[in-house]
């Protein structure tokens, strides 16, 4: 597996393939990227695997400083997945000089849910990921499904932009007891981990209650902010949603269950589709 910093450095490596097949990241791994890059082994002919901290995705009072940074480790276990390149380039590499050229996502896409919470995270993550994709010469690239509205701009975003990449979401990975595995859960003490389990749990109670016929999601959503509320968690939202456009369902919609919520100063996500 080959360590690449320099973008010039990755195109002279990529030189020789046709199909990269691209697992961007922001590092500290833990097994939910790992599948995405075993996921990602068959569809190319090199996997490589982004990991870049972004300041551009973090609003000033969120985790840029202290989100950790644990490249040795990260590549161990990238090699051991069976990465070939593994692309870390230095802030001043990625971002020469101020990035005034951005992609703004749709605000019927980006501005709701997570959007709303987190004003300017989807400009980020939009910005960062088509420059990933162009230095990186993706055809393929996978997301995983955890972050479900990330997901579905990425892939608007490049169908609306041409780009003849195939973006592909990797399912969410848990732990034994349904934590969904993120790199803030890092945060989390023991303590925090067992209480954490709420969050998957709500959205279990939520999906099952809509698979047996529930129609009143207005009441199911509230129900799942109170029970998050009631055990001193701070929810951001709790949503029922359809799955193509994360927009109010109609009754035979495809839908998701989405929720954001902050455990003590840890804001966790996670979603079930239905
Ligand atoms: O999901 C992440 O880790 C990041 O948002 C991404 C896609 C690597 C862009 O920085």
Same mark, same amino acid.
């Given at each position: 597996?080959?360590?690449?910093?320099?973008?010039?450095?990755?195109?002279?490596?990529?030189?020789?393939?046709?199909?990269?097949?691209?697992?961007?990241?922001?590092?500290?791994?833990?097994?939910?990227?790992?599948?995405?890059?075993?996921?990602?082994?068959?569809?190319?002919?090199?996997?490589?695997?982004?990991?870049?901290?972004?300041? +551009?995705?973090? *609003?000033?009072?969120e985790?840029?400083?202290?989100?950790? =940074? @644990? &490249?040795?480790?990260?590549? #161990?276990?990238?090699?051991?997945?069976?990465?070939?390149?593994?692309?870390?380039?230095?802030?001043?590499?990625?971002?020469p000089?101020?990035?005034?050229?951005?992609?703004?996502?749709?605000?019927?896409?980006?501005?709701?849910?997570?959007?709303?919470?987190?004003?300017?995270?989807?400009?980020?993550?939009?910005?960062?990921?088509?420059?990933?994709?162009?230095?990186?010469?993706?055809?393929?690239?996978?997301?995983?499904?955890?972050?479900?509205?990330?997901?579905?701009?990425?892939?608007?975003?490049?169908?609306?932009?041409?780009?003849?990449?195939?973006?592909?979401?990797?399912?969410?990975?848990?732990?034994?007891?349904?934590?969904?595995?993120?790199?803030?859960?890092?945060? +989390?003490?023991? *303590?925090?981990?067992?209480?954490?389990?709420?969050l998957? =749990? @709500? &959205?279990?109670?939520?999906? #099952?209650?809509?698979?047996?016929?529930?129609?009143d999601?207005?009441?199911?959503?509230?129900?799942?902010?109170?029970?998050?509320?009631?055990?001193g968690?701070?929810?951001?939202?709790?949503?029922?949603?359809?799955?193509?456009d994360?927009?109010?369902?109609q009754?035979?919609d495809?839908?998701?269950?989405?929720?954001?919520?902050?455990?003590?100063?840890?804001?966790?996500?996670?979603?079930?589709?239905?």
């Amino acid at each position: 597996m080959q360590l690449i910093h320099t973008i010039s450095e990755l195109r002279e490596a990529l030189r020789q393939y046709r199909h990269p097949a691209v697992v961007p990241t922001m590092g500290n791994l833990h097994a939910g990227h790992l599948a995405l890059v075993r996921q990602a082994k068959p569809l190319g002919d090199v996997t490589i695997s982004t990991i870049f901290v972004n300041r +551009l995705q973090f *609003a000033p009072h969120e985790d840029f400083d202290t989100y950790p =940074r @644990t &490249l040795e480790a990260d590549c #161990e276990h990238l090699e051991a997945a069976g990465c070939d390149i593994v692309f870390a380039p230095a802030e001043a590499e990625l971002y020469p000089q101020a990035q005034t050229f951005k992609v703004h996502p749709p605000t019927e896409l980006a501005d709701i849910l997570e959007g709303h919470f987190r004003p300017g995270f989807f400009i980020g993550v939009c910005t960062v990921v088509m420059k990933l994709l162009a230095v990186t010469q993706a055809r393929t690239a996978l997301f995983g499904k955890k972050d479900y509205q990330q997901l579905m701009v990425i892939r608007n975003m490049v169908k609306q932009f041409a780009l003849p990449i195939e973006v592909i979401g990797g399912e969410t990975q848990r732990n034994d007891a349904g934590l969904a595995l993120s790199s803030r859960n890092g945060y +989390l003490t023991p *303590a925090q981990r067992e209480e954490a389990l709420l969050l998957s =749990r @709500t &959205l279990r109670h939520i999906a #099952e209650a809509v698979r047996h016929g529930e129609t009143d999601l207005a009441r199911l959503e509230q129900e799942g902010m109170h029970a998050l509320r009631a055990a001193g968690w701070l929810p951001d939202y709790v949503a029922v949603r359809r799955q193509s456009d994360l927009h109010a369902p109609q009754p035979h919609d495809a839908k998701v269950v989405l929720a954001a919520a902050r455990l003590g100063t840890t804001r966790l996500i996670d979603n079930l589709e239905i």
